[in-house]
């Protein structure tokens, strides 16, 4: 079956950067587009940033020019490293992978930016 772990979450202060990483086995990893959403307390989840099969990427515009997402077929693991980060980045991020029609998740890693 499909499974994605997610590691790397931590408590950063603001400024600090961060590296999350996704393994995602069961699935022909090459050719999909993984992604990455996030949830703070209270809110709803929501789009962080996503990389196609041909490595196109497009990022919420909260996280534009600090985050970049990238991918290593070898591994089947997709990335996030998260730069400046500010207290509002705080919450669970989740990595996700969509096959024939269905959304996978992992469990989420919590990051929590904070002085």
């Known amino acids: 079956q499909v499974q994605l772990v997610e590691s790397g979450g931590g408590l950063v202060q603001p400024g600090g950067s961060l590296r999350l990483s996704c393994a995602i086995s069961g699935i022909d990893f090459a050719i999909y587009g993984p992604g990455w959403y996030r949830q703070a307390p209270g809110k709803e989840r929501e789009f962080v940033a996503r990389?196609?099969?041909?490595?196109?990427?497009n990022y919420a515009q909260s996280v534009k020019g600090r985050f970049t997402i990238s991918r290593d077929n070898a591994k089947n693991t997709v990335y996030l490293q998260m730069n400046s980060l500010k207290p509002e980045d705080t919450g669970v991020y989740y990595c996700?992978?969509?096959?024939?029609?269905?959304?996978?998740w992992g469990q989420g890693t919590q990051v929590t930016v904070s002085s």
């Open positions: 990389i196609s099969s041909g490595e196109s990427t």
């Open positions: 996700t992978i969509s096959s024939y029609g269905r959304a996978y």
